[in-house]
């Protein structure tokens, strides 16, 4: 599937299903409770990025990668970090304010990283998504890429672990 097609079909698909989620299914109830609302950073997360990586962070078998309770591994070295806003669908992406993508990438970090970010974590700076997304990442061994950085990342983590 393409990225298009994925975001084509995922973004229709994640307003159906963010709104059967917020409303708490489809049949009617006698004494609706007030649907919950999203604030700015969670609707920019689904509009941009939910079609995707599903509605809260669980992607399907394709070769977008799963963020809930694994992309805070990224985040155990600075090189995991500035390859999380270098992928080109963040990098690039239609959020073009970065103190919007820096809230957005925190959402994805904190709140989708779950278990997986590490307690000392600091979070994403407008600053940083500024310098950062002026060299998105442009290479033709990208899986590889991100394997070989996840790799680093992850002995980081081991390397940070209390004994």
Known sequence: MTRKNCLEKGVGAAFVVASLFLSGGVAARAN???????????????????????????????FVPMLRDAV??????????????????????????DQELADVMNFVLFRLGGKSTPPMTKPYTAAE?????????SVTDFMERRAHILQNAV?????????
């Not at 999203?38 to 809260?56: K, M, N, P, S, V």
């Open 32 to 62: 609706p409770a007030p649907s919950p609302t999203l604030d700015r950073t969670q609707t920019a997360y689904l509009t941009h990025c939910g079609g995707c990586h599903g509605i809260e962070g669980i992607s399907g078998p394709t």
């Open 72 to 97: 805070g591994t990224f985040a155990c070295s600075e090189e995991g970090r500035k390859y999380l806003v270098q992928v080109p669908g963040v990098s690039m992406s239609l959020i073009r304010d």
């Open 129 to 137: 998504i500024h310098e950062w997304r002026q060299s998105p990442l």
């Open 155 to 163: 002995a980081a983590c081991q390397a940070h672990k209390p004994t």
